[in-house]
């Protein structure tokens, strides 16, 4: 993530960090053409301008940023106990609103050796 964001956390769970994930075929990569078409044409700011302006520059890679998928934006949960579905159902339904203000497309859980269960602990 490029800003600053306050991860939720609850006494069973928080989101550690959030990724773009899935890049189909791979992130578009930034080369020495992208840097000088932004200092000369974008007053030095390396944006989607000079990104368009030519293709990847990963090595083989010829294809415009266009063709570069952005992927899914995708928060990492990490469980500090067991808890049960309902529980982890309400936490997560509650975040919503943070989802939609940073623009998650998913979560992912990490092993931490905790679960979530059916039926209560």
């Known amino acids: 993530m ?3 964001v306050e991860m939720p956390k609850t006494d069973f769970a928080y989101i ?6 899935n890049q189909k075929p791979h992130p578009f990569t930034i080369g020495p053409k992208h840097v000088a078409h932004a200092a000369d ?4 700011m390396l944006g989607e301008e000079s990104c368009r302006a ?3 520059a990963a090595k083989g890679c010829r294809l415009p940023y266009d063709q570069h998928t ?3 934006h995708v928060a990492f949960v990490y469980l500090t106990r067991n808890s ?3 529980e982890m159902r309400n936490w997560l339904m509650s975040l919503t609103e943070w ?7 998913g979560f992912t859980f990490v092993d931490t050796g905790f679960r979530i269960r059916q039926d209560s602990f």
């Not at 044409?41 to 030095?44: K, L, M, N, P």
């Open 2 to 4: 490029t800003k600053t």
């Open 16 to 21: 550690k960090d959030v990724h773009w994930v």
């Open 41 to 44: 044409h974008c007053c030095g």
């Open 54 to 56: 030519y293709p990847c």
């Open 70 to 72: 952005k992927g899914d």
């Open 84 to 86: 049960t579905v309902d």
């Open 99 to 105: 989802t939609k203000n940073n623009k998650i497309d």
